[in-house]
């Protein structure tokens, strides 16, 4: 029996679970394209020189001592091996898979024996063996015999016969005291300061230079009105961009929210941070060294960077950080000794923005950060810049982050103070009718006559709008006060988009309007005792009648809410337990 249906057959008798597993272990892009979804033909494609290559850049440095160890001891047993005539399998460049030639050397006639590696490497060794089977990398073993793919017998990773079982030590120190709370204080402050850039965002789009990029000065004010300082701005941005949720916009060359962001943004804390952590784990950049915000994402060691660091990071003790950087670059090093040799600036970039996510605290690993560790063993990275799965994400996050609230304590000073993260009706609902004064562990909103006409203006009467303020607290009488006195005189005068007329019942009124000096740049003309027409569009006379001190209403003006196309997805969608699924079947099928 040749290795290819040796492999087929050990497939089909794998669960679904199991498949599952070896599918992500394997990294594979390709879930669910039709032509991998026989067993066959996924055999053939993992006994392909370029899966093979693939799949050793994600193993550690002992896993790689075993398999080079059984290769050289097979060339010891029977010599060198013949070179392959190999057709290497289509499908990483984006092109359809179609059927991968399979080397003509079959390296189950070059099997060892089990007990003879055992002996040489020790007993240490016996658990990564079954891992490394589990992942087809040692094919299926016939009682005692050990095989590893064609590929390896041509190069093995390693000449010599070393064994390393475990990474370098990191030495390191016990984290204070407040330690444990430091992730919740950082993922809870990230939920909220990129709600607040992302709604200034979509409420004042910067322009882009056709350079690429907004300017600084753009990106300064919409850090400024985030409060957050400017690279954690440009971060964030960069991360929304990658996540599909923001996108350059032509004519007049804009930054705009996608059609994605209005599901984002009503959505919770947990679901809105979960997407842009996906977003930072897989894009190939690292941020901290991009030259300028919304750079092109092509640099192919920062997500191994990325994974090699939470890798190492992962063997702390519990309780421990402060690992020295060069300790950690050894370490990161051993997970990923095929990968490209660690950069210390780009390595201290990445764990600053590790912890400015809550993927690290103090330098150690948090639930967030085993979370996207977990992602990143699925191989999600190869699936950019389509959002991987996020659902363990939202799931620890929720976990981690403080509940919502919905309710907000209204106080007769005309300010409403929500302490914790409120839902997405309930902010909605206040920055409606009133203003953000502050942000933090709690939210403070201010009453005035112009936030209360706003909601007006949306068509709500005094009494629509009391008694939703009334769903979310008891009304102080101030504030009562204030949203009738306000409705009294709202409406009193409309504007109707024409270009425009205005009109009002109370003639007084109408004649008063057209003897305003600080109104005579609207060209206001009486075309009747109640009418009046502006030379002004509808919205620059409702400002100016707001500034001379009047109250008018907008009479059926219709408000766009301009949104980019979001960007495609370049890659299909990673779906590996599909996949799984739709092998046991046809694995059945042929059976039948």
């Given amino acids: 029996m040749s290795s290819t249906e040796d492999l087929t057959r050990w497939l089909t008798g794998r669960t679904a679970g199991q498949l599952t597993v070896l599918l992500e272990r394997r990294q594979l892009p390709y879930a669910g394209v039709p032509g991998l979804a026989e067993p066959a033909r996924l055999a053939a494609f993992l006994l392909g020189n370029p899966s093979v290559r693939l799949a050793l850049t994600t193993l550690n440095l002992a896993e790689l001592q075993v398999l080079s160890a059984v290769a050289v001891l ?29 080397p003509t050397l079959d390296p189950a006639s070059r099997s060892v024996p089990r007990a003879e590696l055992l002996e040489l490497l020790g007993s240490r060794a016996a658990p990564l063996l079954a891992g490394l089977a589990d992942r087809a990398l040692l094919l299926p073993p016939h009682g005692e015999q050990l095989t590893v793919p064609a590929a390896l017998h041509q190069q093995p990773p390693y000449r010599s016969l070393d064994f390393t079982p475990d990474p370098p030590p990191l030495p390191a ?25 992302l709604r200034a965002t979509a409420a004042r ?16 004010g919409l850090a400024k009105a985030a409060g957050l300082s400017e690279p954690q701005a440009a971060l964030w941005l960069d991360l929304a ?119 690290l605290a103090h330098g150690a690993p948090t639930p967030v950060g085993r979370a996207v560790r977990e992602l990143l063993d699925t191989g999600a990275a190869h699936c950019f810049p389509a959002v991987p799965p996020v659902r363990q994400l939202c799931y620890v996050l929720d976990e981690l982050m403080p509940p919502q609230v ?17 839902t997405a009706a309930l902010a909605g609902l206040l920055d409606l009718t009133a203003d953000r004064e502050s942000d933090g562990q709690a939210t403070v909103w201010r009453f005035s006559p112009a936030a209360v006409r ?52 109370d003639e007084a009124l109408v004649l008063e309007l057209t003897r305003a000096r600080a109104l005579s740049g609207l060209g206001l003309h009486r075309i009747a ?36 196309p979001t960007p495609p997805d370049r890659a299909p969608a990673y779906d590996a337990a599909a996949l799984a699924v739709a092998l046991l079947g046809a694995g059945t099928s042929r059976a039948d």
């Fill in 529 to 564: 005792p109640t009418v009046l027409t502006s030379t002004a569009d509808a919205g620059t006379t409702l400002t100016a009648l707001r500034q001379a001190g009047y109250a008018p209403s907008a009479e059926s003006v219709a408000v766009t809410v301009e949104r980019a």
């Fill in 406 to 422: 919905d309710r907000a304590r209204f106080q007769a000073d005309l300010t409403a103070v929500v302490t914790g993260p409120p």
């Fill in 173 to 197: 120190v016990p984290l204070p005291a407040h330690a444990a709370g430091a992730a919740q204080a950082a993922v809870t402050e990230a939920a909220a300061r990129v709600e607040l850039l």
């Fill in 205 to 220: 789009p910067p322009a882009l230079r056709r350079t690429g990029g907004p300017a600084v000065r753009e990106v300064r």
């Fill in 74 to 102: 097979a060339e010891r047993r029977y010599g060198p091996a013949p070179a392959p005539a190999v057709s290497a399998p289509a499908g990483f460049a984006g092109r359809r898979i179609g059927a991968a030639a399979v």
């Fill in 454 to 505: 706003r909601a007006l203006d949306t068509g709500l009467d005094a009494d629509e709008l009391l008694g939703r303020l009334r769903d979310r607290g008891e009304l102080p009488q101030p504030l009562e006060y204030l949203v009738k006195d306000t409705a009294r005189t709202h409406g009193r005068l409309t504007v109707a988009p024409v270009g425009c007329v205005l009109r009002s019942e």
């Fill in 241 to 359: 961009a990658n996540a599909g949720l923001l996108a350059p916009c032509p004519a007049p060359l804009r930054l705009l929210p996608t059609a994605r962001y209005d599901d984002w943004a009503a959505g919770t804390p947990a679901e809105r941070l979960a997407p842009l952590l996906a977003a930072w784990a897989v894009t190939p950049l690292v941020f901290g060294t991009a030259p300028a915000v919304l750079g092109t994402p092509d640099d192919p060691t920062a997500v191994p960077l990325r994974h090699a660091l939470l890798l190492a990071l992962d063997q702390l003790p519990p309780g421990h950080g402060g690992v020295d950087p060069a300790d950690l670059l050894d370490a990161a090093a051993w997970h990923r000794p095929l990968g490209p040799a660690p950069d210390p600036a780009a390595a201290a970039a990445t764990l600053a923005e590790a912890e400015l996510l809550g993927v």
